[in-house]
Structure formats: structure tokens, C-alpha cells
């Protein structure tokens, strides 16, 4: 069974820059969630996709991060414009069921300078 | 308080000793509880999950979950410089999962 991809593995921009990271989640797993994970710090969620439709953005800082999941497979995290406490390793997991068991990708570790 | 109260470490144990991770609860309603082991510059993978109260065990690792003390515990025995990892608890009521910080672990040949 592949894993969850991601890409790029790694990006530097400068801030007020804009950046996009994307998923591919596991086939079959209609559950999609996107995690920021600061150094030091445990995965926090930033947005979970059932599917096509968001379940939970609660934590999601919306004027400045947005999300899509594109005919319930692919998604995509922008950041437009980045600040510097956006420097973290942002990671895309995937689940048949919600809040058991995830599968993570490797993550994109991201540095605002 | 915070919903999930790990201790960072670092924690640093020989090899083969015996190692107890631990972490503490606030919210009755978590249901699930896993441990996940994160590598460096890897994602968290998933080692075990428990569902309510009890003991669970998976060759040399053993979750225990202690509900009415909202405390949940691993055991590693025989630890194997390859377990050299983050351990990161994690919980949920079935909608999301809350993690904890994560516990550097260091296995010292």
C-alpha cells in the first residue's frame, strides 16, 4: 500500500511570500487533515476534509491559510502572506475512519526567513 | 490545563532497560488512545491504539490506559538503540485527535 505523499519535502521563502504544499492521500482514505508541527511541539490540526467537504477549520488562521480537496483525493495548504511563526513542518495525514489510526505523509518542513 | 500533558524529555536510557512514556488527560470523553513514534525529519507513525481501559501488548511494546486516573502509559522492554524516537500520545472522542508533545527518547548502546 503506498503512504501519503507530499511536496516539496522542504521550501524557504521570505516573509509576506505566498506558499502552496500538496497531498496525496492513501486510496480509498476519505478522511484528509492537515497538521502544522512547530519544532519541539506535538501536530497541531489545522483542517480535516470528509471527503470534498470540510468537517473541522476551527484552528485554521483563515486570513491567511486556505485549503482545498479536489474531487475528494488530491489537496493543497496555501499560506498567502507567510509570517515568520509560520516556520513549521506541515504534515498531511489520511484515515478510512475519523480519529483512529491516521497515516501520515513525511511532511513539508517550511522556513519563513 | 491543556487537554494533553506530556512530558518533553529528553529521556535517556541504556540499551535493553526497560522504558515507561507516559502522558495525562483532561477531557473524560476521549475514547481512543495511541501512541505514535516519530523519527526524525519523518512523519509520526502509528505504534498502538487502545480503545478505553486497559492493557494491550504488541511484541516488546505495552500501552496501558487508566481511565479513572485519565493517565495512559508505554512500556518498551528490551530497548533497542533503533527506538531512538520522538513519542508523541495522542487521543480522541471519535471526531479528531488531540496529540501531546512528544517525549525525546535516546537509547544509549
Known amino acids: 500500500e503506498a503512504g501519503v505523499a507530499q511536496s516539496p519535502r522542504y521550501k524557504i521563502i521570505e516573509k509576506r511570500q505566498s506558499v502552496a504544499f500538496w497531498c496525496n492521500p492513501i486510496s480509498g482514505h476519505a478522511t484528509l487533515y492537515w497538521y502544522q508541527q512547530i519544532l519541539g511541539q506535538g501536530p497541531k490540526l489545522l483542517i480535516q476534509?470528509?471527503?470534498?467537504?470540510?468537517?473541522?477549520d476551527s484552528q485554521l488562521p483563515k486570513d491567511r491559510f486556505s485549503a482545498e480537496r479536489l474531487k475528494g483525493v488530491d489537496s493543497t495548504l496555501k499560506i498567502q502572506p507567510a509570517k515568520l511563526e509560520d516556520s513549521a513542518v506541515y504534515l498531511c495525514?489520511?484515515?478510512?475512519?475519523?480519529?483512529?489510526?491516521?497515516?501520515f505523509g513525511s511532511g513539508t518542513r517550511l522556513t519563513v526567513v | 490545563q491543556k487537554e494533553v500533558e506530556q512530558d518533553p524529555g529528553p529521556l535517556s536510557v541504556p540499551e535493553g532497560a526497560i522504558v515507561s512514556l507516559n502522558c495525562t488527560y483532561s477531557n473524560s470523553a476521549f475514547q481512543y488512545f495511541m501512541w505514535y513514534r516519530q523519527y526524525s525529519r519523518k512523519g509520526p507513525e502509528l505504534l498502538m491504539y487502545t480503545y478505553s481501559s486497559g492493557n494491550k501488548e504488541d511484541g516488546r511494546f505495552t500501552a496501558q490506559v487508566d481511565k479513572s486516573s485519565k493517565y495512559i502509559s508505554l512500556f518498551i522492554r528490551d530497548s533497542q538503540p533503533s527506538d531512538s524516537a520522538t513519542y508523541l500520545c495522542a487521543m480522541s472522542a471519535l471526531d479528531k485527535i488531540i496529540f501531546g508533545k512528544g517525549t525525546r527518547l535516546h537509547i544509549l548502546p
Open positions: 476534509f470528509q471527503n470534498n467537504g470540510v468537517v473541522d
Open positions: 495525514a489520511s484515515s478510512l475512519e475519523t480519529g483512529i489510526g491516521y497515516t
